[in-house]
Each structure stands twice: as C-alpha cells, then as structure tokens.
C-alpha cells in the first residue's frame, strides 16, 4: 500500500523540484541542448493546458483539473480496495501524481511550468514547439497504462 501512495508523492515532489530548478536556471529565456540537441531545456510559463487550450479561462481549467483528479483519486481508492490489475493502479499512480503537481502550480502561480522539448528530427518538426514537464509525460503515460492495464477493456 506505501508503494501506490508513494508514487504520486515523489512525482509532485520530484517534478516540483525540477520545476523550481528551471525557474531558477533557465530564466531570461536561457536555454540549454542535450543529448545532441534531441532535448532542449527552456522555461515557458503556460496559463492553459495542452498547446496553450483554454489560456483566457484560468478559473473553469482549475475546475476541470479539479474534477478530473478527484474522479482519478475516487477510482484509485477504488483499484486499492479490491485489489489486482497493476498496470491501472499504475497508471492512476501516474496520473494523480502529475495532475497533482501541475495543478498545484496552477493554484500557487496562476501557470504550468514547462521547461524542455524534443527534437525527434525532420519528421516532427512540430513536436519542437511544444514544451512539457515530467508531469505531462506521467498524465499521458497513466492514461495508457490505466486504459490498457483495466482487465475490462475491449
């Protein structure tokens, strides 16, 4: 049990550390290549959700964030109780910890910090355009494990 409630904990502890450290490092719109320009590490405060969606409606996007994780949080406990299908509690996991942490930062800033993109060649280019942080890639990454990993799915 300390396991599936220690996984959401260090994603909003560890991402909210790693955002903290771009606030602090990447601040003037300094930017930063890894890994031979296949990671790129920039700041972006974003007031909305996916690509910049809803940005003029911060108070309905804290409403929705809110009530999304609270269905999320209801159907973890749920998994926990009975027990079983790993990869959904997993993927819950996942989710709640990285909603959890960019809804936090909406309710202390106003925004998401976001701080790195991905040069995945040619191909998508468009893919470099748009900034994540650790926690978007666990919300995307919990939808599939908990959409894959329930033993209903069809």
């Known amino acids: 049990m300390k396991r599936w ?23 003037g719109g300094k ?3 890894l890994f031979g320009g296949r990671i790129r590490l920039q700041l972006l405060h974003n007031p909305g959700v996916a690509l ?7 108070k309905l996007i804290l409403v929705i964030n809110s009530a999304m994780l609270g269905i999320a949080v209801g159907e973890y406990g ?4 009975t027990g079983g299908e790993t990869a959904a509690k997993t993927g819950l996991a996942l989710l709640i910890g990285g909603g959890a942490s960019n809804l936090i930062d909406r309710m202390q800033r106003g925004y998401v ?12 280019q468009r ?5 994540f942080n650790c926690s978007d890639f666990c919300v995307f990454a919990g ?5 894959f990993g329930r033993s209903d799915h069809s």
């Open 143 to 147: 939808i599939l494990f908990y959409v």
């Open 31 to 33: 930017t930063k290549e």
């Open 52 to 58: 910049g969606a809803l940005k003029k409606n911060p």
């Open 5 to 27: 409630i220690g996984i959401p904990l260090a994603i909003v502890l560890g991402d909210g550390a790693v955002k903290k450290c771009a606030e602090e490092k990447l601040t």
């Open 78 to 81: 749920h998994l926990l109780k």
């Open 113 to 124: 910090t976001d701080y790195f993109s991905v040069n995945a060649g040619e191909h998508f």
């Open 127 to 131: 893919l470099k355009k748009i900034v």
